[in-house]
């Protein structure tokens, strides 16, 4: 009997490990993912390359049109922007379109990029032709019932930086 006891013993507990590997990922709370936020803001900030960033509060009630949802870099004749840079904290996933703006008032979007509220970094390609861009356009969307908070930057290059 010592034997047979010992088995299930043994099948139990190997059963609850697996069950604990099972378990949801660690989603920070409100505080923890608005610290989390703002490091990654000065992070951003502190770029050389930084064109302009934006950090913000998103929940599924946040409408697209809600100015905390969008951020807009006017841009000088002397830089070229190269890249989107977003990041969520908290729960849920959100969606981040990123655009361009020529002067002729065309607008090119890239995305809707959706990313998971985890903290992970994501970029945003931008076409190489983006010399006539005169306004960069981020926007930020939650998406189901995501509660988070969002960071956003552009990079770019100054024009007398570059070879042609």
Known sequence: ???????????MLGAAAVLTGCAQPHQDTLPEAEAKAEAFM??????EDN???????????????????????TLDA????TQGVVACFGKGNA????SLVD??????????????????QKTI???????????????????DDAEAFVVGGVRGTSVLNTRE
């Open 51 to 73: 064109l302009g960033s934006f950090s913000s509060r998103v929940t599924s009630n946040t409408a697209p049109e809600d100015d905390d949802a969008n951020f807009n870099v």
């Open 103 to 120: 002067a002729d008032g065309s607008t090119v979007s890239n995305g809707p990029v959706e990313i998971a509220c985890d903290g992970t």
């Open 1 to 11: 009997m010592g034997t047979r006891m010992m088995m299930m013993t043994c099948t």
């Open 125 to 143: 390609e931008l076409d190489e032709a983006t010399e006539a861009i005169g306004l960069v356009s981020l926007s930020v969307s939650a998406v």
């Open 42 to 47: 000065q992070e951003l900030s502190a770029d």
């Open 78 to 81: 002397k830089v070229w922007p």
């Open 95 to 98: 969606e981040f379109v990123l």
